[in-house]
């Protein structure tokens, strides 16, 4: 939950620490990043965003833009609060590794030695999504395929498989029906087919939420509880959780949907269960509500190798381990994974436990460097952090469906081209 009383007063928390220029920036080109984004709103097609650019662990430009409540003429403000979605799934696959370092967990474990329910898996062979033909799994799922997303586990709003439109039925879309919560959501996920052997592909999945329910029972507490206690109070990200109270509800920026790039997005708040109600479901990937300044310490923490402002929540080794590629074969996403809904190909882009890894940037065809490790969010938000060059970026806004425009593209090249040391 988000903590009662936590403000960013008057954006000092996200305010620029280092001239651009003295962190190898030319200002002005550093500039074009407010302009070019400013125009998405001007033209209709985001209400507002936030966005943070920091080298070597210090802000060097930071800037609002628009409307976190559109309809209510509200601006975005530094301590805006947004869903970051997907962007949960670092924070949870962080959790994972914490209890690998105490030996609670190790990455071959089964994941059936926690969740009994995943015993047996059975894979996908033929017939309809009611009728299923299926054959056992040739391996177990262990915990190492759900941290890399190469488990066999699916999503419901994939659409690309009949085993998708079962998570539909069964569980729903983007989150589980009312009512379920993340014991109940993932044994029911345990009872759909695979989309192919653990370990064999890659595919975008609940995978996350699986782990977070793993976390749940390795640590004896809600994932809300460990995640609390474990990784957001140490890092001082006190404004990041599952849920918002009533007190803080109007720094909530508004949710926003769309059907058709270039049209003007709908507000939908709804389209998710809102943070502002009660939460059933501890969405360990994808349900966060975070700041620009909380996930920016979240950022530095990793750039630092496990370490920010004297607390070591992980080791050195252990985040190096992170954020290389998993792939076997240390092949990329466009070799390995079947195709989804994505802003760009994946080319020359491999995957850790948490994150894309930029394998050839040439491949990607973006301004970037070897290394550089990220993900995003349904709601068009996306971080990246580049331990070559030592710059992370994160940006904010709430637009679904992600990939509407190549928001975190652009934002590399303008970052990147601003980039004269």
């Known amino acids: 939950m988000v903590k009662e009383g936590s403000t960013v007063k008057d954006g000092s928390m996200v305010k620029v620490e280092l001239e651009p220029a003295d962190?190898?920036?030319d200002p002005a080109r550093l500039a074009r990043l407010d302009a070019h984004f400013a125009r998405y709103v001007d033209d209709g097609l985001l209400a507002g965003w936030q966005l943070l650019v920091a080298r070597r662990g210090q802000v060097v430009h930071t800037a609002t833009y628009g409307e976190r409540d559109r309809e209510a003429g509200l601006p975005v403000e530094p301590d805006t609060l947004w869903r970051i979605y997907s962007m949960t799934k670092p924070v949870t696959s962080v959790a994972v590794?914490?209890?690998?370092?105490?030996?609670?967990?190790?990455?071959?474990?089964?994941?059936?030695?926690?969740?009994?329910?995943?015993?047996?898996?059975?894979?996908?062979?033929?017939?309809?999504?009611?009728?299923?033909?299926?054959?056992?799994?040739?391996?177990p799922i262990r915990i190492w395929h759900l941290l890399t997303h190469t488990a066999g586990l699916s999503y419901g709003f994939l659409r690309a498989h009949p085993v998708d439109e079962m998570y539909r039925a069964m569980v729903s879309d983007f989150v589980p029906l009312p009512g379920l919560d993340l014991a109940a959501a993932s044994d029911r996920w345990a009872q759909l087919p695979l989309v192919f052997d653990p370990g064999t592909e890659w595919t975008y999945s609940v995978a996350t939420d699986v782990l977070g329910r793993v976390v749940e029972v390795v640590s004896g507490m809600p994932l809300d509880r460990f995640l609390a206690e474990r990784v957001l109070d140490p890092l001082g990200m006190v404004d990041t959780g599952f849920a918002v109270p009533p007190e803080q509800a109007g720094r909530l920026a508004g949710l926003y949907v769309t059907g058709l790039a270039g049209h003007p997005p709908v507000r939908k708040d709804d389209f998710t269960p809102d943070p502002r109600e009660?939460?059933?479901?501890?969405?360990?990937?994808?349900?966060?509500?975070?700041?620009?300044?909380?996930?920016?310490?979240?950022?530095?923490?990793?750039?630092?190798r496990g370490e920010l402002d004297g607390v070591r929540l992980l080791g050195s080794r252990t985040v190096d381990y992170m954020v290389r590629n998993h792939l076997p074969g240390g092949v990329d996403l466009a070799a390995y994974a079947r195709p989804v809904f994505a802003e760009s190909e994946h080319r020359g882009v491999g995957f850790g436990l948490g994150f894309s890894v930029v394998l050839d940037p040439v491949g990607e065809r973006t301004l970037t460097s070897a290394g550089e490790y990220a993900w995003g969010g349904l709601a068009s938000t996306a971080f990246w952090v580049d331990p070559v060059e030592r710059i992370s970026a994160i940006f904010l806004t709430q637009l679904i469906p992600s990939g509407t425009y190549p928001i975190r593209s652009e934002m590399r090249n303008l970052v990147y081209s601003a980039l004269v040391d």
Not at 102 to 117: H, I, K, M, Q
Request: proline share 8%.
């Open 278 to 304: 009660p939460v059933e479901f501890l969405a360990g990937g994808g349900g966060l509500v975070s700041t620009a300044a909380d996930y920016h310490r979240f950022t530095r923490m990793l750039l630092n």
């Open 23 to 25: 962190a190898g920036f």
């Open 97 to 139: 590794l914490l209890l690998q370092e105490e030996g609670l967990l190790s990455l071959r474990d089964p994941v059936a030695r926690w969740l009994p329910a995943f015993a047996d898996p059975r894979v996908y062979v033929a017939g309809s999504s009611r009728l299923p033909q299926t054959r056992p799994a040739a391996e």
